[in-house]
């Protein structure tokens, strides 16, 4: 067994590599739009590409946190800590995935001419950033404000999915030839609300490291609001 000091620097390797991950698809998820507002087939494959790098981190924090429970026992805080690890990759390798789905819808619409400016999506899509960020260091500084500022956050996320939804479909409604553009950009603003479902994951992960309680704090948030 290791000492005390060691193991909670091994803790704090896996943290490291659990932002890191996270990183990535924060960078994927900022090239994916940039390939949807530039219309860049070539960032959109770099996206694509990059969705293996995901795939090899969630495969290898997953291994180094199962060696770290069957080797040193954690139990009580430790545990909760090592459990959540697992669970937020696996969120995180659902944002990246989602990354990879926005950057095919950029691929298909490159080449079209956008019948409205794309402002209401990228902006959803940096708020969207922003959770994930302040998620993340919630997860390695243990900050509960930043978790209930997360889950908050959430709400916006909602309204403006909403939005666009309803202006998507009046486009649709109003032009046939819109149909299309306006149904792949409708996907857009759905990945992006999926997304920050996965955040709010991570976020009520780190609370129950914290604290012991593992709850639904969107559910708890939207009944007090």
Not at 22 to 40: C, F, H, P, Y
Not at 135 to 158: G, S
Request: cysteine-free; glycine content about 4%.
């Amino acid at each position: 067994m290791l000492t005390r000091g060691q193991f909670e620097e091994e803790l704090r390797r896996l943290g490291d590599e659990v932002l890191r991950m996270g990183s990535e698809a924060d960078r994927m998820l900022d090239l994916a739009m940039q390939a949807l507002t530039k219309q860049n087939v070539e960032i959109a494959e770099q996206v694509i590409a990059g969705d293996d790098v995901i795939d090899d981190l969630d495969i290898r924090i997953e291994m180094e946190a199962m060696r770290i429970i069957a080797l040193q026992q954690p139990v009580a805080r430790d545990l909760r800590l090592v459990g959540t690890a697992l669970k937020v990759i696996s969120d995180i390798e659902r944002i990246g995935d989602h990354a990879v789905d926005i950057a095919k819808v950029a691929r298909k619409l490159a080449r079209d001419t956008f019948f409205k400016p794309l402002a209401d999506i990228p902006y959803m899509a940096d708020r969207v950033r922003a959770m994930l960020r302040e998620a993340l260091t919630a997860f390695v500084t243990h900050d509960l404000d930043l978790v209930r500022r997360v889950v908050a956050a959430d709400d916006e996320i909602d309204d403006l999915f909403h939005k666009l939804r309803d202006e998507l479909h009046a486009a649709m409604s109003r032009d046939a030839n819109l149909v299309v553009q306006a149904s792949y950009l409708l996907f857009v603003a759905y990945y992006l609300e999926r997304v920050a479902d996965h955040i709010v994951n991570i976020a009520e992960r780190v609370y129950y490291v914290e604290t012991g309680k593992l709850e639904q704090l969107a559910r708890t948030h939207k009944s007090q609001s």
